[in-house]
């Protein structure tokens, strides 16, 4: 007597289709549903003059020793157009930050409509490699700015 084969029924296949769709859906977007954004407070940016909201990521933080990762997000009252022509509402940042020195380089940019839609990412893959910004990379964090803000925040 050989091994009975038993199929399967239809309904039962798309169900159990359904449940792994389901459950590697929840596994690939698990990061961004466990978010904590906090906001910083609304503002101007220096710069540009746009009126903006700026938050903080605080599931983010991955601590550095003296230095430490987070997601940082704008959301603009309006759109904006980048020096590439490419036009946004919001940003989402992952920052590195020195504690100590004072001063932070951005590693990655994803930039969204204003239907959330994501319209273009930058990365530094060298930071990906050495998991510390190049030195050119960094700029000093001025008193006052929304990233001295994170940085009372984060930096304890």
């Not at 599931?59 to 020793?65: H, K, M, N, Q």
């Not at 022509?85 to 020195?98: A, C, E, F, N, P």
């Amino acid at each position: 007597m050989g091994m009975r084969h038993f199929p399967i029924h239809p309904a039962a296949r798309s169900w159990i289709m359904a449940a792994g769709a389901f459950l590697l859906t929840a596994v690939w977007f698990a990061p961004l549903l466990a978010a904590d954004w906090q906001s910083l407070g609304r503002g101007t940016n220096r710069p540009t003059g746009a009126s903006l909201e700026f938050f903080i990521d605080k599931a983010s933080v991955r601590r550095l020793g003296p230095a430490i990762e987070f997601n940082q997000k704008a959301i603009y009252d309006s759109d904006r157009t980048t020096a590439k022509g490419i036009t946004y509402r919001s940003l989402v940042v992952t920052v590195y930050m020195d504690c100590r020195g004072r001063k932070a380089a951005d590693v990655a940019q994803v930039y969204y409509d204003r239907h959330g839609r994501k319209v273009h990412e930058w990365a530094d893959f060298g930071y990906a490699f050495a998991e510390v910004p190049m030195p050119e990379s960094f700029q000093k964090i001025l008193p006052g700015s929304f990233e001295d803000m994170a940085r009372h925040r984060l930096c304890r």
